[in-house]
């Protein structure tokens, strides 16, 4: 069976500019959980959907970051604009079911901002 | 929110048991899992144990829980290479994951 599939792996670009960040989720999984993992702070949970819609975004670091799931099978994590402090290894993760069932990560996106 | 402890490193020779330690705060966590990183790669769910279990084995994992002092283990048998990985405790409230810092486990032939 497919995974949580990401794209891209890598992404390196210059601060200022846009970045979209792509989840698909696996088969049937109607809960979707975006991470951030970084040295310096670990695993953070940005943002968490379930039947495509946002129930919790307080982890979001700050409105230059947004996440959207337009259905049940694809999500996005944009920041617009990018900068140095946000190059970190991005998380998609999706579950089945009640709240409690175990979440399954992708690879992740690792995203340098120069 | 919830705090997770764990011992950044540990070192262990191959053909012995790794023993990796976790305390939490959170005593309303209901599921305790065990996820596994190996570099360049995302997390791995190995294990999970209810909070109403003592103990749970699978294969060379054995997962220990004493819910009273908030204390999770997880020991794995006959370690070899290919275990040497992050090793990530993580309790389980609502739809919330909270993680620790990881331990980092070698493994030395």
């Known amino acids: 069976d497919a995974g949580v599939i990401q794209s891209p792996r890598h992404e390196v670009t210059e601060m200022g500019q846009e970045v979209t960040l792509r989840c698909k989720p696996i088969?049937?999984?109607?809960?979707l959980f975006w991470y951030r993992q970084t040295m310096m702070r670990g695993l953070e949970l940005l943002i968490y959907?379930?039947?495509?819609?946002?129930?919790?975004d307080s982890g979001m670091p700050e409105d230059r970051f947004s996440a959207k799931m337009p259905n049940a099978s694809f999500s996005t994590l944009k920041i617009q604009p990018s900068e140095p402090r946000d190059s970190a290894v991005y998380f998609c993760?999706?579950?089945?079911?009640?709240?409690?069932?175990?979440?399954?990560f992708g690879d992740g996106t690792r995203l340098s901002i120069l | 929110g919830e705090d997770v402890e764990q011992s950044l490193f540990l070192s262990v020779r191959e053909g012995d048991s790794s023993v990796i330690n976790c305390t939490y705060t959170?005593?309303?966590?209901?599921?305790l899992y065990w996820y596994k990183q190996e570099p360049g790669a995302g997390l791995q769910l190995l294990t999970y144990?209810?909070?109403?279990?003592d103990m749970k084995q699978d294969q060379r994992l054995t997962v220990l829980l004493n819910k009273k002092d908030k204390h999770l283990s997880l020991r794995i048998a006959d370690t070899q290479t290919g275990d040497s990985a992050i090793y990530f405790c993580?309790?389980?409230?609502?739809?919330?994951?909270?993680f620790g810092a990881g331990t980092t486990v070698t493994v030395r032939a």
């Open positions: 993760a999706s579950s089945h079911g009640q709240s409690n069932q175990p979440q399954h």
């Open positions: 088969s049937g999984h109607n809960s």
């Open positions: 959907f379930n039947n495509n819609v946002p129930i919790d």
């Open positions: 959170d005593s309303s966590s209901t599921y």
């Open positions: 144990i209810f909070s109403n279990m």
């Open positions: 993580a309790p389980h409230n609502d739809y919330k994951l909270s």
